[in-house]
């Protein structure tokens, strides 16, 4: 379809009006690389500041309504006053993000190290995410484990497999009815010889196991060179066992930089393959959640920008004339489907979006918006002192 | 265990004497690469003498009494005569490759193809290799598609899935009772932008959802840098869908080198895996298969070389003192762990082996022995004429 | 600058107007993988018919007036009467590509190679290229070699250096007063193990031993996952020593695809370096080539959506407000920097370049046109019989 | 050679005896990823501390005379009685390696920053550190720069360089007769998008127009996937400009795990080109450091292990039959010259390197000497309290 064809534009105004991305409370905070966490100023000092940043994003955006937690980072007395801050700046808490990284226990892992005080205490940890859920009304309980080895023969591979099926397990049946397990995979980092969650395929037999609440979850970043994203998205749709996304981008290994600023045209032929697979729509279930480090640039002008470049990759996916492609796959005309993909990724989808903004009260450049708003000036006056939120914090 | 621990090496050496490693009858004729096949001298120039020459590798190793075909390369018109002619060698016929990707109507794919007609005739192929597998008594039929796409937009991703399962069910249910369906996987080449069967997760989901008689393979080549292949067999075994080995070695992508030429301690971490799964002795039903290509060195010699290496993988694999090792790991002992392994890596094999060969009646050096025999001689003389063998004959 | 900034327009398709993308008379032709080579129809049958194909892309593209020359591939009896040919399509003789890599005494090596006598072949094949150039009036002489190793120890690492060195003298001394060499380099394939020329910095120190008329050429397609090219190409620029591109895009080894088709925005940040170095004019010297496979889409379509994807990274590249961005990168303003050249990129160029083939007189859209041309009718009936070109003849 | 030949062992024996490997400060103080620094008991607190475990490492290895400072890691007020310190316990001052990433100023560069107060701050910081080697008499100063940028279009990378090329320039003219830059080189991290110094290449081009004083240090985790490293040794040991190592290992990114527990046959093809250029003897001028972090295993027997394994690859390389394997080279026996090399790899050193340990007086399992010295004992008591050293103190 043309973007001058006028119900056509309707049509991708109105998918992208039900689009929702989460933003992560982390991603406000200090990050940084081993080497130095660079302190920004106005970072956010606590979980209620964090999701302050977070209904500013919202604001400007429209699409930003939830943010993700992280616990223990973002730990409080009382959950329900944090969701009841989050409801009062428009914002609802999405999913909660467990922790069994950082203690000095989990030097060896955390549910498949091989001292069984150790898983205990870990899913000990993801049970308790579970009550946080409850509290905060969160669907998504997201699992990331660090836990691996980084020398041959540290540890038996096939028994963290046993511990780890057995820690899900218990996880999975504390669950209430309408929560899930979102199970993240990473290649590597910080374990350097094996990942006891590697690959997609790991966390998807885990999951298959687990039955229908357990899902897998993308981070755009957690991959070999050459792995091929979109397909992953497409097999995961197929099977219905695509849980979600945690978006950024990469030039080499998990560099968390903003999504979509390293491959933009990645980030488009994965959106392609959500609308292609009718995942788009919130009812699909697919959570979109930013997982980014800002560790040189301003949180929320980076965040933002992520949002929209989201956004348009979007909205060039629901361009895409699936007729006209269809005709030409079907047909074996290589180039002629090519070029129906093409088309859409090399239009200017940004007075289209400008458009959907203005129609819902937004102003159309929502960084410009961020740049006049005054806020950053507020918060660098305002949390001058006091500790600012990072990783370990 | 140590070496000189006479029970201990009579243990590996007992271990050792049921490892059976089938030879690839394509690797004994003419391969390259896109730019150049380099003929060699005394190359077979029917399947009856790459039968031969797999004969020679296993009278001077003692551990390749199989021989792989591949079809169409390898077909005849009476396979009862072909395996009457192993069988009068000392041999006997393993598994059966199928060829679906040297058609002309193959170009956009084969079971996967968008043409129904290309997808019938695809998969004929595969039926009519189940037929071969009837008349050679092979178990095996190991199935590699090279479909997949070149460029965004070329075909439906999960269309592709769909097609691709359809057909796989189909030759399932074909099977014969002691018959089994071996799934590879591979990352690229030839198709450059989506492989249809991509990674282990794919191939292992559709073994799922096949049956019992559905079992991955893997091939150490197909992998995208930085791959955990070990992991990958720890956990196959693990959920019993280990099916076997195409062994070879890389340092770049799908390179097809003697395996255990480019990274012998991979091959030894993936040996120990099989060891540590108890899955050497061939009840386990591993199929241990070479898959190289002999570009620029003597075929026989490398084969004998690559078997020789998968044989001293093995005898080092064997040597890993388990008792010390599951201490370590349990005590959370990283060096000590590292050590028990490495310990076993670092010992010369050689002695033992050229003892267990001389324990079977064999040259204790089978390069050598092959050297003195005269083989190479006859054969350049025997096949100076006629047409060499190849990836396309 | 903005697209809607007249002045800006006519600057950039005033830039866009001198680019000049010299296309391979190979690419014309049928080619493959390891795997197989797909015969298409219509497929040049000799140099005559690729130049004549090469003329029909430059006649709709007005940016392809040059086609390259392999030899042995090209090789005639008469060079004059090629360039004549030439000319009287409208079309220019290229650079003389050099072949060592498919004669059976280059198995181990061509100008590497531990015998002397191959040495001497193969260097008496490139000194008969300089006189082919002198015949064709060709300024570029490009040089790649497949020498390598495929295992460890196979050859002497640092002799095959000497001997290249002593090979590249004699040949850079035989170059006429307008002739120049271009060394490509290339990570692997064909060699496994090592390759005698595998990075720029390899090239670029053999160039500078050489002396001012031997430059660096950059095959997109030749380096390890995660290289910057842009780095490259900014860094040669600096130092005056790149010659040129061999244009092509992959997504895992050099898969040869269409330049763009794989990433078009590391297409597009090459060619912001080329216009950031002042580079694109061609008394910058820079030769923007193709070097592709079209092994599943037909030929010519495909070298014409090449060119094109040229031409729209390049017009993004001049979209680029320089002052914006020197201003931003001075002020330490990453998100406002990134912001800046993502504008360009973000742009639609193509009705920009469509207004450059109407005031040049040629159709705005060059695929509609030879789909509408029947040029591919007619060679599919005039070029039904005899041999068609490949790269093996 | 063959292991059992008495003068071939002696030959051996005495190249080993003049093998030295300098071990890093800062390997013995605490590190981690930027998920987390586990802290491990017994830690150094200050300079003087970590010199004292080198200190052992070389009482245990007689390998390890020197050790790396780290500045400002290891800034004191007295340098002159820090190297007394290390005299007196039978050590040297060895490279000063800079630190010009920390600061929060380097947030966007250091050298190459656009802004030229950092750019002079930081020269300067690289000035002091030659004023420490005037101090301490090192003659070695490492020059590693995280500087380059995360996202496209964040700045200049061309001006970077001239930037970068000014410093250099700078800081060598600054160095006394004997003293020497060595300039490192990195893919990436903590920079993402390009890194200033990212190749050997870069590095190479540098060191040459600095002048002979200033060479190529090779890091073995700093590099692509699949990148040759052994190739750049030979080819920079060819060219007269390398300077040396960071020894560790990696499987996936800059792992930094001990050096040879990734891939040991890769650290015996560095070793084997370092005896093959004949650079091992010290007056050869390459210095043979370690680099490494050692996260979760105890830090001095680390250490101890990496030493060993660097001997170990040094002795395999060393046990090569030069002339057999030139022979087979020459021959062009591939497989024959790829067993020469094979034959030394697949050798069981241990035994040979005990007895050079005996020969010296040493234990001959130091390992073992260390787990009974009762020193880790001593210094976790002794160090209990106090604040331990990590990279940021």
Same mark, same amino acid.
């Given at each position: 379809?043309?973007?001058?064809?006028?119900?056509?534009?309707?049509?991708?105004?109105?998918?992208?009006? /039900?689009?929702?991305?989460?933003?992560?409370?982390? $991603?406000?905070?200090?990050?940084?690389?081993?080497?130095?966490?660079?302190?920004?100023?106005?970072?956010?000092?606590?979980?209620?500041?964090?999701?302050?940043? $977070?209904?500013?994003?919202?604001?400007?955006?429209?699409?930003?309504?939830?943010?993700?937690?992280?616990?223990?980072?973002?730990?409080?007395?009382?959950?329900?006053?944090?969701?009841?801050?989050?409801?009062?700046?428009?914002?609802?808490?999405?999913?909660?993000?467990?922790?069994?990284?950082?203690?000095?226990?989990?030097?060896?892992?955390?549910?498949?190290?091989?001292?069984?005080?150790?898983?205990?205490?870990?899913?000990?940890?993801?049970?308790?995410?579970?009550?946080?859920?409850?509290?905060?009304?969160?669907?998504?309980?997201?699992?990331? @484990?660090?836990?691996?080895?980084?020398?041959?023969?540290?540890?038996?591979?096939?028994?963290?497999?046993?511990?780890?099926?057995?820690?899900?397990?218990?996880?999975?049946?504390?669950?209430?009815?309408?929560?899930?397990?979102?199970?993240?995979?990473?290649?590597?980092?910080?374990?350097?010889?094996?990942?006891?969650?590697?690959?997609?395929?790991?966390?998807?037999?885990?999951?298959?196991?687990?039955?229908?609440?357990?899902?897998?979850?993308?981070?755009?970043?957690?991959?070999?060179?050459? /792995?091929?994203?979109?397909?992953?998205?497409?097999?995961?749709?197929?099977?219905?066992?695509?849980?979600?996304?945690?978006?950024?981008?990469?030039?080499? $290994?998990?560099?968390?930089?903003?999504?979509? #600023?390293?491959?933009?045209?990645?980030?488009?032929?994965?959106?392609?393959?959500?609308?292609?697979?009718?995942?788009?729509?919130?009812?699909?279930?697919?959570?979109?959640?930013?997982?980014?480090?800002?560790?040189?640039?301003?949180?929320?002008?980076?965040?933002?920008? #992520?949002?929209?470049?989201?956004?348009?990759?979007?909205?060039?996916?629901?361009?895409?004339?699936?007729?006209?492609?269809?005709?030409?796959?079907?047909?074996?005309?290589?180039?002629?489907?090519?070029?129906?993909?093409?088309?859409?990724?090399?239009?200017?989808?940004?007075?289209?979006?400008?458009?959907?903004?203005?129609?819902?009260?937004?102003?159309?450049?929502?960084?410009?918006?961020?740049?006049?708003?005054?806020? @950053?000036?507020?918060?660098?006056?305002?949390?001058?002192?006091?500790?600012?939120?990072?990783?370990?914090?």
């Amino acid at each position: 379809m043309s973007q001058s064809d006028a119900p056509a534009r309707e049509r991708v105004k109105q998918a992208l009006r /039900t689009q929702r991305i989460e933003t992560p409370s982390w $991603a406000y905070a200090n990050s940084g690389t081993r080497f130095k966490v660079f302190p920004q100023e106005g970072v956010p000092r606590d979980p209620y500041e964090k999701i302050a940043d $977070a209904a500013v994003v919202h604001r400007l955006t429209g699409a930003a309504p939830t943010v993700a937690l992280h616990i223990p980072w973002d730990r409080v007395d009382d959950y329900a006053d944090l969701a009841k801050h989050a409801t009062d700046l428009g914002m609802g808490l999405g999913a909660i993000n467990s922790n069994v990284f950082q203690d000095p226990d989990y030097m060896l892992g955390s549910v498949t190290n091989p001292d069984p005080r150790v898983r205990r205490k870990a899913t000990d940890h993801l049970l308790e995410c579970v009550d946080i859920m409850d509290a905060t009304g969160s669907r998504d309980l997201k699992l990331w @484990f660090s836990d691996g080895t980084n020398y041959p023969g540290q540890d038996d591979i096939r028994a963290r497999q046993d511990r780890l099926a057995t820690a899900l397990r218990e996880v999975y049946d504390r669950l209430g009815p309408n929560q899930r397990i979102l199970l993240e995979y990473k290649l590597f980092e910080p374990a350097f010889y094996t990942t006891d969650v590697p690959d997609w395929g790991t966390a998807y037999a885990h999951c298959l196991e687990l039955g229908p609440k357990a899902q897998v979850v993308i981070d755009t970043g957690h991959h070999a060179p050459g /792995t091929n994203i979109e397909f992953i998205v497409a097999f995961l749709l197929r099977v219905g066992k695509l849980g979600g996304f945690d978006f950024n981008s990469r030039f080499y $290994a998990d560099d968390d930089l903003m999504v979509g #600023s390293a491959d933009p045209f990645q980030l488009f032929r994965i959106m392609y393959e959500i609308v292609r697979g009718d995942a788009l729509r919130p009812e699909a279930g697919i959570a979109f959640m930013l997982d980014q480090c800002h560790n040189i640039e301003p949180k929320i002008p980076a965040i933002i920008r #992520s949002v929209l470049n989201v956004q348009e990759a979007t909205a060039k996916a629901l361009l895409v004339d699936a007729g006209a492609l269809a005709a030409a796959q079907q047909a074996g005309d290589v180039l002629g489907a090519n070029a129906a993909l093409m088309d859409a990724y090399n239009s200017d989808v940004r007075p289209l979006l400008a458009e959907l903004r203005a129609d819902l009260g937004l102003d159309p450049d929502p960084m410009a918006a961020y740049a006049r708003s005054g806020y @950053f000036e507020r918060i660098r006056a305002e949390r001058a002192g006091g500790q600012q939120a990072g990783w370990g914090a």
